[in-house]
């Protein structure tokens, strides 16, 4: 059995990229579970809460250790990655030598109502992922322009195409 976990970057009720991350995870074979790691109740990190315990980093850092690969489905705030999205990404590498993300599987979708679908935001991402040592599945890359809570045919399709090749990668070695 494959762990997958999942991190949506909006903390929107309504969310397209929630939407997208479901349907891509519907593809999901049957030796493989997801478990979304949620971020909206996270404190703002600062290094001083190492000398504490924090119930809910506690939690994502748990769900990241058992975690054989995760998958970002985010939007683009403001032509980069949202805050609440920097905010697990910086809480998972602390405290200093306990990085989390060094070596990890994660695939990187951005989607967005707009033309260019959030492709600054997903190129930070993987420029922050690089820097973090994480594996990062390099192609196929989506960057879903024109997204919505509607996903035709057509987009279901390219989706699913992208979901075989996660999962794919995901059981090799
Ligand atoms: C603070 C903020 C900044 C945004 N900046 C961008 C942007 O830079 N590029 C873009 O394509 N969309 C931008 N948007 C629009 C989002 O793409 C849109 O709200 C989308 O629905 C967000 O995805 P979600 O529905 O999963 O939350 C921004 C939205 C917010 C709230």
Redesign the pocket.
Known sequence: MRNIAFI?????R??????IAEHILKNAPTDVQAEEIQIHDLPLYTQDLDEQVVPSYERVRNQLKRADAVLIV???????I?AALKNILDIATRPFGQNLWANKKIAVVT????????I??GVHLRQILQAVGADTLVAPEIYLSK?SLNIDERTGAFLDKFAASFFNWVNKD
């Open positions: 949506v970057g909006s903390l929107s309504q969310s397209v990229n929630r939407h985010s939007p683009e705030h403001n032509r980069s949202p989607a967005s109502p707009g033309t260019y679908g959030g600054n935001a997204a």
